[in-house]
């Protein structure tokens, strides 16, 4: 019954569970294997749930974050999903093509350092924000959307959403559809899409 946590050393009692492979959360496309060989040699996820959503606008020092379907520690209701349940993504998708990347299906959760840390939105969470903008960074204009390119390493971006299919990524939404969205899709439809009750009005996808 040991917590977990993600910056383990050692034999930590739980290695050889976080270690299983777990079919319904590996994507077919994916070119990883069962394990991430990114990250700790644990059972691979390409599904993460998703996090707050936050919108900071190019060039500003401020934003907004909305609640998304699974906050940290957060139990949320149908009734809690003011916006929706068929308004709201659920679970996206992240790939192992990048310097790291993908995720784990155990996830993290130590919070005394970065590793663990969900505010610092770690790339081996069995979580994703989405996100749009920097207050310091340009180009995390792009980078936080959908198959963002890191600028620095040429790769996928290993904090956001991802997938190998060309395009963009399947998402699971609140009344159980998968739907593709197209990594074009406008910054702020994907940042609302994934609030349950921010009562804004979606664009296209």
Same mark, same amino acid.
């Given at each position: 019954?040991?917590?977990?946590?993600?910056?383990y050393?050692?034999?930590?009692?739980?290695l050889a569970?976080?270690k299983?492979?777990l079919?319904?959360?590996?994507?077919?496309s994916?070119?990883?294997?069962?394990?991430?060989?990114n990250?700790?040699?644990?059972?691979?996820s390409?599904?993460?749930?998703?996090?707050?959503?936050?919108?900071?606008?190019?060039?500003?020092?401020?934003? /907004?974050? =909305?609640t998304g379907?699974?906050? #940290? %520690?957060?139990?949320?209701?149908?009734?809690?999903? +003011?916006?929706?349940? @068929?308004?709201?993504?659920?679970?996206g998708?992240?790939?192992?093509?990048?310097?790291?990347?993908?995720?784990?299906?155990?996830?993290?959760s130590?919070?005394?350092g970065?590793?663990?840390?969900?505010?610092?939105?770690?790339?081996?969470?069995?979580?994703?924000?989405?996100?749009q903008?920097?207050?310091?960074?340009?180009?995390?204009s /792009?980078? =936080?959307?959908?198959?963002?390119? #890191? %600028?620095?390493t040429?790769?996928?971006?290993?904090? +956001?959403?991802?997938? @190998?299919?060309?395009?963009g990524?399947?998402?699971?939404?609140?009344?159980g559809?998968i739907?593709?969205?197209?990594?074009?899709?406008?910054?702020d439809?994907?940042?609302?899409?994934?609030?349950?009750?921010?009562?804004?009005?979606?664009?296209?996808?």
């Amino acid at each position: 019954n040991a917590p977990w946590r993600a910056n383990y050393t050692g034999n930590p009692p739980q290695l050889a569970l976080v270690k299983t492979i777990l079919p319904a959360f590996i994507c077919p496309s994916d070119p990883m294997e069962g394990i991430n060989t990114n990250i700790g040699s644990f059972g691979k996820s390409n599904y993460p749930a998703i996090y707050s959503p936050c919108n900071v606008k190019p060039g500003a020092t401020t934003g /907004t974050c =909305y609640t998304g379907p699974f906050n #940290n %520690n957060s139990v949320n209701r149908i009734r809690d999903f +003011t916006d929706g349940v @068929s308004n709201v993504i659920m679970v996206g998708e992240r790939t192992t093509e990048g310097i790291p990347a993908g995720g784990v299906w155990i996830g993290a959760s130590n919070t005394t350092g970065t590793s663990g840390n969900i505010a610092n939105w770690p790339y081996h969470s069995a979580i994703v924000r989405t996100y749009q903008g920097s207050a310091t960074a340009p180009d995390f204009s /792009t980078i =936080y959307l959908i198959n963002g390119i #890191n %600028n620095t390493t040429g790769t996928k971006y290993e904090w +956001t959403l991802s997938s @190998s299919h060309t395009g963009g990524c399947h998402f699971l939404f609140g009344d159980g559809r998968i739907q593709f969205i197209s990594e074009n899709v406008n910054g702020d439809t994907l940042v609302y899409l994934a609030g349950i009750n921010d009562k804004n009005v979606l664009g296209e996808y």
